[in-house]
């Protein structure tokens, strides 16, 4: 880890067991049977010790869309060529993607990021791009590894830096998103690295694959695990080996979402690989990210139940670009109006439900 890194890591402090307990204690008095919003109670709560106080406010919310380019396309394992990408995530900036279109239902700001695009990107005036890009695309990681050690860090550092700039801006929640071409293959090899697992475990079919492009994505990823898991000696080397720099950036997110003490959404597989790589940089930085739903790649449930996190929706998303974390935003939403608002036991004289153990 190199030395700037490192201090960013050294600021993050625990979840702050006092601001959770008077969370807790909050919803304990609101006029509705005990625990009854579920997985919704536990986020308000867990925002609390991440906020460091009782008072919830996700008002001003903002989606991060890491893009960028792989060179593991080449292989053949997706179903379209790199340059989608590029196309793609110049429509983001004109507001006119999936997840443009539902973050404006939801009340999200979007920001699109370039960080590592194979050309240069125009910007639409809707959610004008940011342009991070630490190179033009990474190396195909059959050939080689994707990236230098290096470059990775750097991607790593570029999003904590995105997250201390919207905290600079008085955002209170982050959702996740990406968009390249190729990255289900890289997050299913940082995933296979990561966790042990054969990537037949944890592999689908992306965007569409049939079934001689699964098969060649899958022996692209063995061939990778084979080759690069004995020399990774962590979770950045696993990103430089065979992660792209979306991955890598989104790490950055969720570690910055810990430094900066701002709740950060999963969202999907691809976020979820990250997401990991980000505890195992900084062990119990899971404690600040929240799970949206449960995507249905494969790995999807494997990485939250290895993170500890329970999502709140199961609807069998695996569209990416962060949909699956604004459509939970609106859920977070309704919580925090209950939990600020609803009247209290006390305030309408009834007497307050009490634990009676049991499931």
């Known amino acids: 880890m190199n030395e700037e890194l490192n201090v960013y890591l050294s600021q993050i402090r625990p979840l702050s067991a006092s601001a959770m307990e008077t969370a807790h204690s ?11 919003l ?18 919830v406010d996700i008002n001003k919310r903002a989606l991060l869309i890491l893009c960028a380019d792989n060179g593991i396309v080449e292989e053949g394992v997706t179903q379209t060529g790199r340059e989608v990408t590029a196309l793609v995530a110049e429509n983001m900036t004109k507001g006119d993607s999936s997840v443009c279109i539902m973050a404006e239902r939801a009340g999200v700001d979007v920001f699109p990021v370039d960080m590592g695009v194979a050309r240069d990107l125009f910007s639409g005036l809707r959610y004008p791009l940011i342009c991070r890009k630490t190179a033009y695309g990474t190396n195909n ?17 570029t999003g904590i830096k995105l997250v201390g700039e919207l905290a600079g801006k008085g955002y209170h929640l982050i959702a996740t998103g990406e968009m390249g071409i190729g990255n289900t293959t890289t997050s299913s090899a940082v995933a296979s690295l990561l966790l042990k ?136 939403d309704m919580a ?24």
């Not at 994707?146 to 860090?153: F, G, I, N, P, T």
């Not at 925090?336 to 499931?359: C, L, N, R």
Request: proline share 5%; hydrophobic share 45%.
């Open 141 to 157: 990681f059959r050939k080689e590894p994707a990236m230098k050690r290096e470059e990775a860090v750097k991607s790593i550092e």
């Open 38 to 55: 579920g997985v919704l109670e536990a986020d308000i709560i867990k925002m609390a010790g991440i906020r460091e106080t009782s008072k």
């Open 26 to 36: 909050r919803w304990s008095q609101v006029a509705k049977p005990l625990n009854s």
């Open 197 to 332: 697992k054969a990537p037949e475990a944890l592999t689908g079919r992306g965007a569409g694959l049939n079934d001689e492009g699964l098969k060649k994505k899958l022996e692209v990823i063995r061939e990778a695990v084979e080759r690069y898991g004995p020399v990774c000696r962590d979770a950045v080397d696993i990103l430089a080996c065979v992660g792209g720099f979306d991955l890598a950036g989104l790490t950055g997110v969720f570690l910055g979402g810990a430094i900066y003490r701002i709740p950060v959404l999963v969202d999907g597989f691809i976020s979820a690989a990250a997401a990991l790589s980000a505890d195992r940089i900084y062990p119990g930085c899971s404690g600040f990210m929240l799970a949206s739903h449960v995507s249905a790649e494969p790995a999807g449930r494997l990485l939250l139940d290895e993170l500890g996190l329970l999502p709140l929706i199961q609807a069998g998303m695996c569209l990416g670009e962060g949909t699956g974390a604004v459509a939970a935003i609106p859920l977070l």
């Open 336 to 359: 925090a109006g209950v939990y600020t608002k609803m009247s209290s036991f006390e305030d309408i004289h009834i007497e307050a439900y009490k634990p009676m153990g049991g499931q």
